[in-house]
């Protein structure tokens, strides 16, 4: 019955969802780094800088995933020539572009989250920083941000869910993840919904523990007021 | 305009802030002019790749049709989603264990799981046991993807919206003995709904955004893949995913505000409880049934 899973050895499914984990960590990492500098910019006191992050924020936000991965492949790769450090290695090319297009797509996201963490802390917490002579990035980076992050796991939680449901966009530039699979798999296979069934599993024990564990730790690490 | 963060700048902090937005303005300049040397190199900034754009032929023969598509699939996605998610939705609190349980593992399946997987089933189920003509398979497995989805979604928000009423609204219903089913339809869901409505006009651009998989990946000839038949007629990739990007970041961006106004007003308006879903405030639900630190607003007593 489930013979199908072992005619494919390259990838395996096995495989395949460890790429898609691969793609989620990646791009998760990269998203949460560019991510927290984007929120930075946005409550900075220099205004150009604000722009700049809720102009990137409300470009992104709107643009579809999908193009901007599909923008990576024959946008930067075909016409500007970026091949990520790997000119001859399609396969890890394609990986590499796909995590810059998921990092910078989902950075936008993190942002927000951050920003809406950040409205969380008191005002009071904030006063008494810089009453006693904090500048501003030792006001965010001290007391606002480490705050913000622990209230905003939840928020930040739905957002890697989101990721590694959104890491099978990749499969439109060809990365063997996934939904890459479960495409050549059912177009072969005569088993639809068995093969469906078994993919469909695959995300809900990726994407369930994830929202439990990090459901849980944000109850934890709650900030109590 | 000053922020919680940093005070109204003095003549020091001016200075400052001064020197940050030159060096600012300077490293985004750089990183413009790269763009500009790197595309003028590339030879995408010839004007004969631009000229299709400002000609109609462009439009009618591709982009216009495509953008019909996308509306087409993302209005019809909506139009079949919003009641399958309404009853879900409203399934999910019912009081009868055997409705709430089965409405609440579709809704969390299907919530689970990536559209494009729900795109790719739904094309390979039409393929095998349907005649559905091979023209209109994609817009069929594409819509059924988006409705599967955004149904669940869906009955997410309503459930949100509903929950978010005071609890004073069912228990003033059943107060003067209504039963439970009128409570529902005369005292909460017209409130939910209205509570809703940004929520769900937000929903939209997530609906509009997933129309892209279809045409990657199902050959669905929407916007982007419109874009490829384009780009291989004129030869101007990246003009065309410019314009295209565009298109999509205008439509979305005109949804997104009206979501927001939407937001603004009803938050304004004295009538109703003041009840309001921000557009935002969906993918939180979960989050907030756990800790609702995060909404906290100014952060009060307890």
Known sequence: ?225 | MTSVLYDAPGPRAKRRNVIFSVVFVALLGLALWWVYRTMDDKGQLEWSLWKPFTESQAWTTYLLPGLGNTLKAAALAMIIALPLGAVLGIARLSDHRWVRVPAGVVVEFFRAIPVLLLMLFANEVYVRSTDISSDDRPLYAVVTGLVLYNASVLAEIVRAGILSLPRGQSEAGYAIGLRKGQTMKNILLPQAVTAMLPAIVSQLVVIVKDTALGGVLLNFTELLNARGTLAANYANVIPSFIVVALIFILLNFLLTSFASWLEARLRRSKRGTGAVLGADEVDDLNAAEVGDTHKAGGGGPA
């Open chain 1, 1 to 225: 019955m489930f013979d199908f899973i072992s005619d494919y050895d390259d990838p395996t499914l096995l495989g395949a969802f460890w790429m898609t984990v691969k793609l989620t960590v990646f791009s998760g990492v990269g998203a949460l780094v560019w991510g927290t500098l984007l929120a930075a910019m946005r409550v900075s006191p220099v205004p150009l800088m604000r722009g700049f992050g809720t102009a990137y924020v409300n470009i992104v936000r709107n643009t579809p995933l999908t193009v901007i991965i599909v923008f990576t492949s024959l946008g930067l790769a075909d016409i500007f020539g970026m091949t990520m450090g790997a000119p001859d290695d399609f396969a890890l090319q394609g990986f590499r572009l796909a995590v810059l297009g998921l990092a910078a797509y989902t950075a936008a996201f993190v942002c927000e989250a951050l920003r809406s963490g950040i409205n969380t802390v008191p005002v009071g917490q904030a006063e008494a920083a810089r009453a006693i002579g904090l500048n501003f990035s030792q006001v965010l980076g001290l007391i606002v941000l480490p705050q913000a992050f622990r209230s905003v796991i939840g928020p930040l939680a739905n957002v890697l869910i989101a990721l590694t449901k959104n890491t099978t966009v990749a499969a439109a530039i060809g990365v063997a993840e996934a939904a890459l699979l479960m495409k050549e798999m059912i177009e072969n296979e005569a088993q639809t919904l068995l093969i469906g069934a078994v993919f469909a599993f695959g995300f809900v024990v990726l994407t369930l523990p994830t929202g439990l564990f990090l459901g849980w730790l944000s109850k934890r690490l709650a900030v109590k007021r």
